[in-house]
């Protein structure tokens, strides 16, 4: 099955720095992958997300890359505020059952101190 | 509902005992996933309905634990003979579809201790 590594465990960073969390991921079946967003106690939610096909998708502040051929994708959160403050999951997709089902990284925790 | 709701929010059984946890999914959702966390841990893929039928259960971790959706909508997590290991949170989501194409929509989890 699908195996999703995910660094760093924890980032702290100042307001207004960058932050950057990396995946790594088995399958290369895997063509969709969503980043979720889950603060203390409250459900996982998107963020953003990524298809096989583009390298590169950018959202305001936060932006994910796609390096296909290194089974690697990032997370990149630029002029942090305190409420990017949570745990950021990553999660590779791969075909199963007629679809494809999100396998998620460990976790990061991010504070960002103000 | 607005959003997938799950009871009951929270359970505590003792080891041994048996437990039922239930997800009502957004509605129109024909594909619905239940999902494991503990602590300090990424959501953990348990298994995956499309309509009534289980599309993929490979996730789910032996045979006390079982899962129902009789008609298509409400489903049912049921874990026999429960352990302390299998104390976490228990997550369900639902998709429009199949989930190739887009967000899971999660609930807010029922969490299990089992004593």
């Known amino acids: 099955g699908e195996n999703v590594e995910q660094h760093p465990s924890t980032l702290s960073v100042q307001e207004g720095d960058s932050a950057v969390i990396k995946c790594t991921y088995s399958?290369?079946?895997?063509?969709?992958f969503p980043w979720y967003k889950q603060e203390l106690g409250k459900r996982p939610q998107l963020i953003i997300d990524?298809?096989?096909?583009?390298g590169e998708k950018k959202d305001q502040r936060i932006a994910v890359t796609l390096n296909k051929t290194a089974k690697h994708f990032s997370l990149h959160i630029t002029e942090t505020q305190p409420e990017d403050s949570a745990v950021y999951f990553c999660?590779?997709?791969?075909?199963?059952?007629?679809?494809?089902?999100?396998?998620f990284g460990r976790g990061t925790s991010l504070i960002v101190h103000p | 509902g607005a959003g997938v709701s799950q009871t009951p929010s929270n359970k505590v059984t003792e080891k041994g005992k048996y437990v039922e946890l239930r997800c009502d999914p957004i509605?129109?959702?024909?594909?619905l996933y239940w999902y494991r966390q503990s602590l300090g841990q990424g959501p953990e893929f348990l298994i995956y309905?499309?309509?009534?039928?289980?599309?993929?259960d490979s996730g789910l971790p032996n045979d006390r634990f079982f899962a129902v959706r009789p008609e298509g909508s409400v489903s049912t997590l049921k874990i026999q003979r429960t352990e302390r290991g299998d104390s976490a949170v228990y997550l369900c989501?639902?998709?429009?579809?199949?989930?190739?194409?887009?967000?899971?929509?999660f609930g807010e989890g029922s969490r299990l201790t089992v004593l």
């Open positions: 989501a639902s998709t429009p579809g199949p989930i190739g194409t887009g967000e899971l929509f």
């Open positions: 399958d290369s079946a895997s063509n969709y």
């Open positions: 990524i298809r096989s096909n583009v």
């Open positions: 999660a590779a997709s791969p075909p199963s059952g007629g679809s494809y089902i999100p396998t």
């Open positions: 509605s129109g959702h024909t594909a």
């Open positions: 309905f499309q309509g009534t039928g289980a599309a993929d």
